[in-house]
């Protein structure tokens, strides 16, 4: 950045320029007044003479004032340009940490500038997690169908039961039906039952009989 001192150091330098252009041109004033003074001096004597020289003497005395002023305005105006020059220094190394902290504080809004960017990705993806979350069924409803699950499998289960007790029934029967076959064939053999039972008969109830117990035992 331009240091604010630089309008007034450009008004001193053009201060200075005209100091030392009017000091240039007292010098000059001085020179011609002592050369037109030591002129007058040199001419014939006589009272017109010696009141030229006065007056020559006295332009003399105005220009050698005149230079001690722009002398003196040179010496002040070099006192003003040291100031100036501090002045800028010192604006020049304000300007500096002022640039130091501005590039800091750029810094730390790219790091900030970061961070929002890392906020923002999360809470997009917070959003789509939502969005996801949005499309499953809700815990009442999950609930519910296991709740449904559970039922139908007591449900399953209590017909197993029952097909077992079943099972298990028709297996007794079949049983006390074989036990009464082998008597009624132990009768049969021992000559008790020769005029009711027929041989062939028993032996087809017999086979029957197994065959229904294979099925009951292939079904279990």
């Given at each position: 950045?331009k240091?604010?001192?630089?309008?007034?150091?450009s008004?001193?330098?053009?201060?200075?320029?005209?100091?030392?252009?009017?000091?240039?041109?007292?010098?000059?004033?001085v020179?011609?007044?002592?050369?037109?003074?030591?002129?007058?001096?040199?001419?014939?004597?006589?009272?017109?003479?010696?009141?030229?020289?006065?007056?020559?003497?006295?332009?003399?005395?105005?220009?050698i004032d005149?230079?001690?002023?722009?002398?003196?305005?040179?010496?002040?105006?070099?006192?003003?340009?040291?100031?100036?020059?501090?002045?800028?220094?010192?604006l020049?190394?304000?300007?500096?940490?002022?640039?130091?902290?501005?590039?800091?504080?750029?810094?730390?809004?790219?790091v900030?500038?970061?961070?929002?960017?890392?906020?923002?990705?999360?809470?997009?993806?917070?959003?789509?997690?939502?969005?996801?979350?949005?499309?499953?069924p809700?815990?009442?409803?999950?609930?519910?169908?296991?709740?449904?699950?559970?039922?139908?499998?007591?449900?399953?289960?209590?017909?197993v039961?029952?097909?077992?007790?079943?099972?298990?029934?028709?297996r007794?029967?079949?049983d006390?039906?074989?036990?009464?076959?082998?008597?009624?064939?132990?009768?049969?053999?021992?000559?008790?039952?020769?005029?009711?039972?027929?041989?062939?008969?028993?032996?087809?109830?017999?086979s029957?009989?197994?065959?229904?117990?294979?099925?009951?035992?292939?079904?279990?």
């Open positions: 950045p240091p604010k001192g630089a309008a007034v150091l008004d001193g330098n053009m201060e200075r320029r005209a100091n030392n252009t009017a000091l240039k041109e007292a010098l000059e004033s020179s011609r007044a002592f050369f037109a003074f030591e002129g007058k001096l040199k001419a014939a004597p006589g009272e017109a003479a010696g009141e030229e020289a006065r007056v020559k003497y006295l332009q003399l005395s105005n220009a005149a230079l001690e002023l722009s002398f003196r305005k040179v010496i002040n105006a070099r006192k003003a340009h040291d100031t100036d020059r501090v002045q800028y220094e010192a020049r190394k304000e300007s500096g940490n002022e640039s130091a902290a501005i590039n800091a504080r750029i810094e730390e809004k790219k900030e500038l970061e961070e929002a960017n890392g906020v923002k990705a999360f809470f997009t993806e917070c959003e789509k997690l939502k969005e996801d979350i949005a499309q499953i809700s815990c009442s409803k999950l609930n519910k169908n296991i709740e449904t699950k559970r039922t139908d499998m007591e449900h399953m289960r209590e017909k039961r029952g097909m077992d007790e079943l099972m298990s029934h028709r007794d029967l079949m006390r039906v074989f036990d009464s076959l082998c008597e009624l064939e132990r009768s049969a053999n021992a000559g008790l039952v020769h005029a009711r039972v027929d041989p062939a008969v028993v032996e087809a109830i017999q029957e009989a197994f065959a229904a117990l294979q099925d009951t035992e292939g079904v279990d």
